[in-house]
């Protein structure tokens, strides 16, 4: 159950990184691959910057998506 709950987190946050950084998204899988390094990225800063979303499913959501931005962000940079 827990994996079901990583990739639908994932799956959410990727879009709303996608939707977010006026992209069309990557995809189903592409999606939850994006949602999931930005949720480890989002943690990683957030936790730099003392930022707490609380727990369950929308601060996960938040985390993740907030770390799909960055790394969408940071994908536009290094794309010339």
């Known amino acids: 159950m827990n994996l079901?709950?990583?990739?639908?987190i994932g799956g959410?946050?990727?879009?709303?990184?996608?939707?977010?950084m006026k992209?069309?998204?990557?995809?189903?899988?592409g999606?939850?691959?994006v949602g999931?390094?930005?949720?480890?990225?989002?943690?990683?800063?957030f936790g730099?910057?003392?930022?707490y979303t609380g727990g369950g499913m929308i601060?996960?959501?938040i985390t993740a998506a907030g770390g799909a931005?960055?790394?969408l962000w940071l994908a536009r940079l290094l794309k010339f």
Do not use: M
């Open 23 to 29: 992209g069309s998204g990557f995809g189903l899988l």
């Open 69 to 71: 931005i960055v790394l």
């Open 48 to 51: 730099l910057l003392g930022v």
């Open 36 to 45: 999931i390094i930005g949720g480890i990225l989002g943690g990683w800063l």
């Open 12 to 20: 959410v946050a990727g879009w709303l990184g996608g939707q977010i």
């Open 59 to 61: 601060g996960s959501i």
């Open 4 to 8: 079901l709950y990583f990739l639908l």
């Open 31 to 33: 999606n939850i691959a």
